[in-house]
């Protein structure tokens, strides 16, 4: 069964720094697809981040030079390092598989990670 577990997320001030993880379980191997998510209040879900099995990345605008999503095979383990957090940042973080080359996700969701960024 397949299991998505983030953590690390947190409180702190605009212009700092945080790391998500997403711990993968239940996969056979390394070859899936992970999306980072986030969505706000009254806000809808956006895609941040992606990582397909070779390891490519692909980024929202709004998170360009900021944000790097990164995978641990090894570990099992994505992970989002996001620097010169901005307060627009604050929201729910969530990790969910996707189709490769695309944001849609299997229906595979961790629970998520708040972040929260002040002024």
């Known amino acids: 069964q397949v299991q998505l577990v983030e953590s690390g997320g947190g409180s702190v001030q605009a212009g700092g720094s945080l790391r998500l993880s997403c711990v993968a379980s239940?996969?056979?191997?390394?070859?899936?697809?992970i999306g980072w998510f986030r969505q706000a209040p009254g806000e809808e879900r956006e895609g941040v981040a992606a990582?397909?099995?070779?390891?490519?990345?692909r980024y929202a605008d709004s998170v360009k030079g900021r944000f790097t999503i990164s995978k641990d095979n090894a570990k099992n383990t994505v992970y989002l390092q996001m620097k010169s957090l901005k307060p627009e940042d604050t929201a729910m973080y969530l990790c969910?598989?996707?189709?490769?080359?695309?944001?849609?996700?299997?229906?595979?969701w961790g629970q998520g990670t708040q972040v929260t960024v002040s002024s």
């Open positions: 990582i397909e099995s070779d390891g490519s990345a």
């Open positions: 969910a598989e996707i189709y490769s080359g695309t944001w849609y996700p299997f229906g595979y």
């Open positions: 239940g996969y056979p191997d390394s070859n899936y697809c």
